[in-house]
């Protein structure tokens, strides 16, 4: 398929949902400005302090985490396809007085971009799916690194994926490591199923395999993996909350999200 064409669909989906992102209960925008954080357990709990460190925020939307990261001391750098992510996450930085540097581009070509090396490079929750090809993208991953630097990301894991979400109830119809590319278009957004605009998206589901041996082709070796049946966020039907806040579902009968940290060596 035309995968420009793909990326251009895509980038002028994510600029239609920034304002209703912005305006949702799920972001919870004025609760963040008054200083509440935006990052989960996982990836707390994984980076632990990160005062004084370079962090290169991969897919960063229009940067809340981003700038959560640089509240706990870490030097800020995001990047997002979307324009107009971009220029309210830079807004936002005005407005709270807060030191990170946001560049748009395609998450493929952020070493013509941007040419720094960091000590962490960070990826959240729904990106890998936009990636046709991952060895490029573990590629830049490995280039962005300081030797010794770490690279952590936490994803929804690929069998959730695997179930088309616009039927009722869902039905399992992808694979779990299709290589055609997934298109949908519906009304809505995940953030606000209600909002009144159209998302027209084309997604690539990528299998744990293909995720951890792209980063292990580029050089990285692997340090943490691990596959959880908790989700931070409610966006799969019929999930159930649990005390401490997380997602799952009641049957269990697999993970929602899985985490993967990998070291450049020095």
């Known amino acids: 398929m035309d995968v420009k064409r793909a990326f251009e669909t895509n980038k002028q989906t994510w600029n239609r949902k920034v304002s209703v992102h912005a305006n949702s209960d799920f972001y919870r925008l004025e609760a963040f400005k008054k200083g509440a954080c935006s990052l989960q357990f996982y990836e707390k709990e994984a980076l632990g302090n990160v005062s004084g460190k370079s962090l290169l925020h991969l897919q960063c939307h229009f940067g809340q985490d981003t700038l959560s990261w640089a509240r706990k ?26 030191q990170a540097t946001f560049v748009c581009c395609n998450v493929m070509d952020v070493s013509r971009h941007v040419s720094n090396r960091f000590d962490i490079v960070f990826t959240s929750y729904g990106v890998v799916g936009w990636i046709p090809e991952l060895n490029p993208w573990a590629e830049m991953i490995a280039e962005r690194l300081e030797p010794g630097g770490y690279f952590y990301m936490v994803e929804f894991h690929p069998i959730p994926w695997m179930f088309n979400y616009l039927k009722n109830p869902p039905q399992l119809a992808y694979g779990y490591q299709q290589k055609d590319a997934i298109y949908e278009r519906y009304e809505g957004t995940y953030a606000d199923e209600s909002a009144p605009i159209v ?15 792209a980063l292990l082709k580029a050089g990285l070796t692997l340090e ?35 985490d993967i940290g990998m070291r450049k060596p020095t």
Request: hydrophobic fraction near 40%.
């Open 73 to 98: 001391g870490a030097r800020c750098t995001g990047i997002d396809i979307s324009d107009k992510a971009i220029e309210m996450a830079k807004a936002l930085a005005t407005e709270l007085a807060l």
């Open 199 to 213: 998302s027209e998206e084309y997604s690539w589901n990528h299998g744990l395999a293909e995720v951890i041996g």
């Open 224 to 258: 943490r993996f691990n596959e959880f049946e908790a989700s931070p966020y409610n966006v799969f039907p019929n999930l159930v909350r649990h005390s401490n806040g997380m997602y799952a579902r009641p049957d269990a009968l697999f993970p929602l999200v899985y």
